[in-house]
């Protein structure tokens, strides 16, 4: 027999669907701070290191094959590019941290450009930290962690290529990751498992995101410069 938490887990489900059944379509590309649209929706930023899976994941979401741009060559996004989800919310796709084939130089203004953004977004509702899952958290993610940490920015760890892994090694690291994350006050406490080619965790996802993204039905009323 359903019980209270069945149906309210369905309405969560739900919940995300629709916000994610919404036409979804590329907004802009940011190279400076001048270049980001206005605070006037609730985002949700996309980070983690160079070939995690960000843009896979952001087109499985929305049921877009390409529209956040996939290569096997990392570092390729080096601007912050918005997403228009509906008229409700944007996915924000941030440039991967760790290896890239780039400059010094443009690695150095691109990693300027994602600290600026994700310390100085007041409409900035959750960031997605992205995890592969085969290799779990590395050194460069503790100390991004720690940045967000010290940002007061909300974070949650997500699980990707999680079928590339099998059940007993995923719920091994799903145990040590949530140890770690005990240390953390800016995360979230729980991990979401995802594939973007096996369409696995996705439904939770989008339900976890649909959830944070709840705002006054008259209208979203972005923080003013004070953060009230």
């Known amino acids: 027999m359903p019980t209270d938490q069945d149906d309210q887990q369905k309405r969560r489900l739900e919940a995300g669907r629709r916000l994610f059944a919404q ?3 590329f907004l802009l590309s940011a190279v400076r701070v001048d270049d980001f649209p206005p605070p006037d929706l609730p985002e949700f930023a996309f980070c983690g290191r160079s070939n995690v899976g960000k843009s896979s994941l952001i087109n499985a979401l929305t049921g877009h094959k390409s529209l956040a741009r996939t290569s096997n060559t990392p570092g390729r996004t080096q601007q912050i590019n918005f997403f228009q989800l509906g008229t409700q919310c ?3 796709d941030l440039p991967g941290y760790g290896y890239a084939k780039a400059s010094k130089s443009k ?3 691109w990693t300027k450009l994602i600290d600026l953004y994700l310390r100085g977004r007041p409409n900035l509702r959750r960031a997605c930290m992205l995890i592969d899952a085969r ?5 460069v993610d503790l100390d991004i962690m720690s940045a ?3 940002a007061a920015v909300s974070y949650q760890i997500v699980f ?3 079928d590339k892994i099998k059940p007993p090694e995923l719920a091994a690291l799903e145990e040590r990751t949530g140890t770690a994350l005990r240390k953390h006050p800016a995360a979230f406490p729980t991990t ?3 594939s973007a080619t096996k369409q696995t965790g996705l439904e939770l996802l989008r339900a976890e995101l649909a959830q944070v993204a709840e705002f006054d039905p008259i209208g979203y009323n972005p923080p003013d410069a004070n953060g009230m």
């Open 192 to 194: 979401i498992a995802t």
């Open 107 to 109: 690695i150095h203004s």
């Open 90 to 92: 944007r996915l924000v």
């Open 160 to 162: 990707t290529k999680t």
């Open 135 to 139: 290799h779990g958290l590395k050194p």
């Open 23 to 25: 036409p979804c379509q």
């Open 148 to 150: 967000l940490d010290v």
